[in-house]
């Protein structure tokens, strides 16, 4: 059967690049049901660091196959979200204490510079989308945990989207998964990972396009948040080390 074909719709010039259906992104395979379960399980903290990720286990939970799973972990272990260890299977990412502070420090340069570019590119649509996000923070019942912390990730991603760059939307991604990790294994309890009065200055400085403003509020609430974590005694080390070294003395037991 022939198919016809949709009438070519005119891209008019004032039309933002940033509308440009998320189809286009090269990380489509995190579409899939297991890499967005977990991913969703891992930034709602409901997986936590060291978690192990059972084949079986996921197979039967999801009601797919091993290959399927293994796929999507691999697919996990490349942007750091899972860690795969031979003869021992896949376990939710730990990053090191050096390791979380880098992220901040990413963070620090990479949102600094997109909440700068978005007062930049500023219009209408985007305001309004803005708009729209803020109204449904401070509307949302902040004892739905899970929820929240969506939420307050959304945020950070939708600054990034107005900055209407796709390389820097994508690193923003990646550095939200990963402060998860890092403060899901450095956090103190009770502290939740945003502070939520944060949000809506920063939203405001936005939308009044005052940019120095704007940066400043980013870069102060990032600080912030790094100033919750804070190093395990004695565990400064514990990351893929402990783990490599663990497999290593595991071996030689077994061949010894
Ligand atoms: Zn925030």
Redesign the pocket.
Known sequence: MKRTRPPKRKLKRSEPKLREPEAADPRSIDDDPVVQGILTAISQKRLKPGAKLGEDKLAAAFGTTRIHIRQALSHLASRKVVMQIPNRGAFVYRPSWAEAQDIFAARRIIETAAVSAAVDRLDKAGKAELKAHMEREARHDRNDRWASLSL??E??ILVARLAGNRVLLEMSRELMLRTSLAIATFEQPGEP???PD??PD?GALILARDKAGAVHAMRH??EE?EQRIRPKEGEDEVDELTAIFLEIGARARAGG
Do not use: Q, V
Request: a negative charge; hydrophobic letters at 45%.
């Open positions: 307050t990730a945020f950070h990972d945003c502070s944060a949000h920063i609430h990032i948040m």
